[in-house]
């Protein structure tokens, strides 16, 4: 598989992620638009499932918004959100006094080492969080791990094209790494399938914002927590010349006065199986059953986070 952990330079540094997303937290639901959109779809997606699950896993949950919509579509569903960063899990807690009565948990851990027992989630759900992660394939086999045979995987991600035109700018300039990389369609359908995940069906859908300027696109990424996180970036100041070539380069995207980002997102959703894994012997688990006893409207929620 084609992924960054192969390719020199492109090797995420999650210490990095976490701590983006952790400045980005407090306004990152005002500046998340396209995000949001592509979490909706996903969400739109679940009515075409013969699905009434219980028990739901959010992978790369951020500030909630997605749980929410989901405890909305699932009455009697426990929602379990998964985040690399504390913020915008904190963002997420609702007040005390609300905490007390819902249907959500929440847990600082990383999709790669998931601390969960063996086959007891009926859902997991995840926009837009797989394209920070080193190794799909292992993100994959800790679905096949956690999810019952006959759950399902239902996930969003970035495809190659994503940002197509800063990457191709940037290449005007130096060789180092300023785009983050992602993994083919194809690519990721192949991985599922090595995890041990039933009938992957993969769909590609084509965003693009426009900015009025290359600083406007990045002060947007910025704020999301989506800046450069690869070990190959330039650790320097961008000096004015590579600064201006990659400007340069940029303006030959420019049409009726605004500058194009292309963003490439793949769908994908698949089958558990009962695929067998062994825990990671350095991940300590929760066991599902004792989420299902303590969590709920019902018992009230304590958060493993």
């Known amino acids: 598989m084609n992924n960054r952990a192969g390719q020199e330079g492109f090797h995420t540094d999650a210490r990095r992620v976490a701590r983006q997303f952790d400045r980005a937290a407090a306004g990152y639901e005002r500046e998340a638009v396209m995000q949001q959109t592509v979490a909706a779809r996903l969400i739109e997606r679940l009515q075409y499932m013969n699905l009434s699950p219980a028990l739901i896993l959010e992978l790369g949950s951020g500030t909630g918004r997605s749980a929410r919509a989901l405890c909305d579509r699932f009455r009697s569903a426990l929602i379990l959100e998964l985040d690399l960063a504390p913020e915008m899990l904190r963002q997420a807690r609702p007040g ?9 948990l929440w847990m600082c851990a990383d999709a790669q080492r998931i601390p969960l027992g063996a086959a007891g989630i009926d859902l997991i759900f995840s926009s837009l969080m797989l394209q920070w992660c080193n190794e799909p394939d292992a993100v994959f086999a800790e679905a096949a791990r956690v999810l019952r045979p ?13 940002l197509r035109e800063l990457r191709e700018s940037w290449g005007n300039a130096d060789d180092a790494a300023h785009v983050n990389a992602f993994a083919d369609m194809h690519d990721l359908g192949d991985a599922l399938m ?9 769909e590609v859908e084509q965003f693009t914002l426009t900015y009025a300027d290359v600083f406007a696109l990045m002060r947007d990424l910025k704020q999301l ?3 450069n ?19 340069q380069a940029y303006e030959r995207h420019r049409r009726d006065g605004l500058l194009p980002a292309n ?18 012997p350095h991940t300590v688990a929760f066991p599902v059953s004792a989420l299902r006893r303590h969590g709920g409207a019902r018992n009230g929620s304590n958060s493993p986070a």
């Open 229 to 247: 996180a690869n070990a190959g970036r330039r650790r320097t100041l961008t000096g004015k010349e590579r600064m201006g070539r990659m400007l």
């Open 225 to 227: 927590g989506a800046q």
């Open 194 to 202: 090595r995890a041990g995940l039933r009938d992957p069906v993969m």
């Open 96 to 104: 005390w006094w609300r905490r007390r009565f819902t249907r959500r």
């Open 150 to 162: 006959g759950g399902l995987l239902l996930f969003a991600t970035l495809g190659p094209d994503t």
């Open 263 to 280: 963003y490439e997102v793949v769908y994908g959703h698949a089958w558990g199986g009962g695929h067998a894994r062994r825990l990671d």
